[in-house]
T-cell receptor, first 111, second 111 residues
Framework: EDQVTQSPEALRLQEGESSSLNCSYT??????LFWYRQDPGKGPEFLFT???AGEEKEKERLKATLTKKESFLHITAPKPEDSATYLC????????????FGTGTRLQVTL | EAQVTQNPRYLITVTGKKLTVTCSQN?????MSWYRQDPGLGLRQIYY???????DKGDVPEGYKVSRKEKRNFPLILESPSPNQTSLYFC??????????FGEGSRLTVL
């Protein structure tokens, strides 16, 4: 059974204080690993897809990396508007239909 | 504007009273799915549809029905709602590269 574990559950940072969120996964062959951002009262919003170990993607202050067992979402010099819940999901090879989501990391960035 | 639209956004109902949550997308996506989100459990897939007239069960299909008569619409039907179906529901459609577009969510309370 595919599993996704995200840590920490919650993270509080000061503005400008860089950190990383972790997504550990077990899957029978990885087709893709996805990162989403979810603001309170809203649906998740797509950030990145990673397909193979060693791959990296960046968007503004966010950088996602992938190994064979985990993915990291690095946040560099965060701002208050980066406050949100960040969700990780995996899709197994041979599965066109299913994403397995983690429970998310709730990030709060304060001034 | 590309979007997934769900209605109603908020609903309070009573046990056993049939209800339908509508979902419509304007991106001509073939794949659509329904998720429920509960604290500590993350997003779990209820049903999905690979195309018109093609639907299948996700991880938690009990107590739900769906139909896909048109490409743009994918309603979720609760024939006889129970309190354990109180949850936040999301509809999503998917691009060919696997990116999910989510609706704004429908918060359902069953008394």
């Amino acid at each position: 059974e595919d599993q996704v574990t995200q840590s920490p559950e919650a993270l509080r940072l000061q503005e400008g204080e860089s950190s990383s969120l972790n997504c550990s996964y077990t899957v029978s062959g990885l087709r893709g690993l996805f990162w989403y951002r979810q603001d309170p009262g809203k649906g998740p919003e797509f950030l990145f897809t990673l397909y193979s170990a060693g791959e990296e993607k960046e968007k503004e202050r966010l950088k996602a990396t992938l190994t064979k067992k985990e993915s990291f979402l690095h946040i560099t010099a965060p701002k208050p508007e980066d406050s949100a819940t960040y969700l990780c999901a995996v899709q197994a090879s041979g599965t066109a239909s299913k994403l397995t989501f983690g429970t998310g990391t709730r990030l709060q960035v304060t001034l | 504007e590309a979007q997934v639209t769900q209605n109603p956004r908020y609903l309070i109902t009573v046990t056993g009273k049939k209800l339908t949550v509508t979902c419509s997308q304007n991106m001509n996506h073939e794949y659509m799915s329904w998720y429920r989100q509960d604290p500590g459990l993350g997003l779990r897939q209820i049903y999905y549809s690979m195309n018109v007239e093609v639907t299948d069960k996700g991880d938690v299909p009990e107590g739900y029905k769906v139909s896909r008569k048109e490409k743009r619409n994918f309603p979720l039907i609760l024939e006889s709602p129970s309190p354990n179906q109180t949850s936040l529901y999301f509809c999503a459609s998917r691009t060919n590269t696997g990116e999910l577009f989510f609706g704004e969510g429908s918060r359902l309370t069953v008394l």
